[in-house]
């Protein structure tokens, strides 16, 4: 009885500190818990991934050198080279179907693509490593008109020497790239950055 009195005893004397700890902790908890209430989307739902304000546009670099010899296929499986388009401007965006900026910017590229395909200017959707089924559903979700290549074997990535996606180079119309992005494109660095290169004669 004396042994379990002692031990009782001593049990409430390390109470004070045990229950100052569980009261710091508790109030951490609180802060966190009101913190990420704070953090949450007032909209009701949650943050669209694949929002493009969710990501930083990027700015591109300015660049100069003769674009590769990419050769490819269409989802048709027809053969097709970067070299069929020259005389245009040609904008190659290597993106990947399960990469969320990529994603997010696919609407962008569409919107300014129908905005300057009379300017004799196309964007050109590389698709990194995927399937056609996988790539051909993405195509059809965001309606995406301009040319849509496979690069099962990322050829792409490797001859711009450029594994980051998504990334874009812009091509003038005598094969030289130009412009150099690394991560998320959206309309308005497009229309600054790539509508004077179409201007150009």
């Given at each position: 009885m004396n042994r379990a009195k002692a031990r009782k005893k001593a049990t409430l004397r390390k109470s004070p500190s045990q229950a100052m700890a569980l009261a710091f902790v508790g109030v951490g908890l609180f802060i966190v818990g009101g913190l990420a209430l704070l953090l949450l989307p007032r909209s009701g739902g949650s943050a669209n991934p694949e929002d493009p304000q969710q990501f930083t546009p990027a700015v591109p670099l300015r660049v100069e050198f003769p674009a590769p010899d990419l050769r490819l296929?269409?989802?048709?499986s027809q053969p097709v080279s970067l070299s069929d388009y020259q005389g245009q401007v040609v904008?190659?965006?290597?993106?990947?179907?399960?990469?969320?900026p990529?994603?997010?910017?696919?609407?962008?590229?569409?919107?300014?693509?129908?905005k300057h395909q009379e300017d004799n200017f196309t964007v050109i959707g590389i698709?990194?490593?995927?399937?056609?089924?996988?790539?051909?559903?993405?195509?059809?979700l965001y309606k995406l008109s301009f040319p849509v290549w496979?690069?099962?074997?990322?050829?792409?990535?490797?001859?711009?020497?450029?594994?980051?996606?998504?990334n874009s180079y812009v091509i003038d119309r005598?094969?030289?790239?130009?412009?150099?992005?690394?991560?998320?494109?959206?309309?308005?660095?497009?229309?600054?950055?790539?509508?004077?290169?179409?201007?150009e004669q």
């Open positions: 296929q269409q989802l048709d904008l190659v965006n290597n993106w990947a179907f399960w990469c969320p990529c994603r997010a910017e696919l609407p962008e590229l569409q919107t300014f693509y129908e698709e990194a490593g995927g399937e056609l089924v996988d790539v051909q559903y993405h195509v059809d496979l690069d099962p074997q990322t050829e792409a990535l490797r001859a711009f020497r450029n594994g980051t996606l998504p005598q094969g030289t790239v130009r412009l150099a992005w690394n991560g998320p494109i959206n309309l308005a660095k497009l229309e600054e950055y790539v509508t004077p290169l179409i201007r």
